[in-house]
């Protein structure tokens, strides 16, 4: 009679060796991360205890909480995070409403799926600052391509100054926005697709469930995980998004209206040379993305557990 798997005889035997290879062996990728990711974050929490203004040297020393103190009366920082949350919000939603059916196009048998995946990786291949640098020009009031389409086809009579009119120059910023992060989303829908078995598919047209509702009763739930991983990440990096603000506001003369937290502490480290309290800034963005990234895992894990 075969023993069952969980009796001692069926159990495998491990050598006096093996754990202590192991360790060995995850020690050099354990302290690359220590490396890379815990020590700037001490170095970084440290700084922000201290004075550290390169503009004003003799103010130096340990100040503890002052500078966290600090943002609480900090306009600027408070409209620099009233910005991202905006920001975040728009750009999320838009990519999910764009990304989803960009990947459903690419996973439906068509004509122009080949088509549709070409398109998936061009705006997820280019870098950041390229993409808004090349929308900046599209958007601008002289030359700029979208203006000259909108003139042609007779929407409005004269050009649009997108970067100098607060409103435009926030849309065009979450349209900009949208473009770049909308394929990474239909990349994680893509994959999420094709590793929905056909057979339920087919099973729900069979039972005589129309398009409409395969997708939404079929499809969808099945997407839950797909869904939720791109969901974290595309808020984590809405959070700390920095390069197409960056860009965009080397353009726009409203800039307070599009300045966010990574722009915030980028000018205020390199351009003001405030180095203490550009850590101190940078801790309260990692809260932020920390705390963001926490109620998006408790949701998951509650969801799927109920």
Request: hydrophobic content about 55%; cysteine-free; charged content about 10%.
């Amino acid at each position: 009679m075969t023993p069952p798997l969980n009796s001692p005889s069926r159990r495998v035997r491990r050598e006096p060796g093996e754990g202590l290879l192991a360790f060995f062996l995850l020690l050099p990728a354990a302290t690359l991360l220590l490396g890379v990711l815990l020590f700037p974050m001490l170095t970084t929490f440290r700084d922000s205890l201290y004075l550290n203004k390169l503009t004003e040297p003799w103010l130096t020393g340990f100040v503890g909480v002052k500078q966290y103190a600090q943002m609480l009366g900090d306009a600027r920082f408070g409209a620099a995070l009233r910005n991202t949350l905006f920001f975040g919000v728009l750009t999320v939603g838009g990519s999910f409403l764009v990304g989803v059916p960009m990947a459903l196009a690419a996973h439906l048998p068509s004509r122009a799926r080949d088509v549709a995946r070409v398109a998936l990786l061009l705006p997820w291949a280019m870098p950041p600052v390229i993409t808004g640098l090349i929308f900046a020009w599209l958007f601008n009031a002289q030359y700029g391509v979208f203006n000259d389409l909108l003139v042609r086809a007779g929407f409005i009579q004269e050009p649009l100054r997108w970067l100098s009119t607060p409103g435009l120059s926030v849309l065009a910023m979450v349209l900009t926005i949208v473009w770049k992060t909308s394929s990474f989303v239909a990349l994680i829908v893509l994959g999420g697709l094709q590793g929905i078995p056909k057979e339920m598919i087919e099973a729900a047209q069979v039972d005589g469930a129309t398009p409409t509702q395969t997708f939404f009763r079929v499809i969808l739930p099945l997407l839950a995980p797909s869904l939720a991983v791109a969901f974290i990440f595309r808020t984590i990096s809405a959070v700390q998004v920095f390069d197409i603000p960056y860009t965009f506001i080397q353009q726009a003369p409203a800039q307070g209206l599009l300045e966010t937290l990574g722009v915030y502490i980028y000018r205020t480290g390199i351009e003001f040379l405030d180095f203490g309290y550009a850590a101190a800034l940078s801790v309260a963005l990692f809260a932020l993305s920390l705390a963001v990234t926490a109620v998006y895992v408790r949701f998951v894990r509650d969801g799927g557990n109920s």
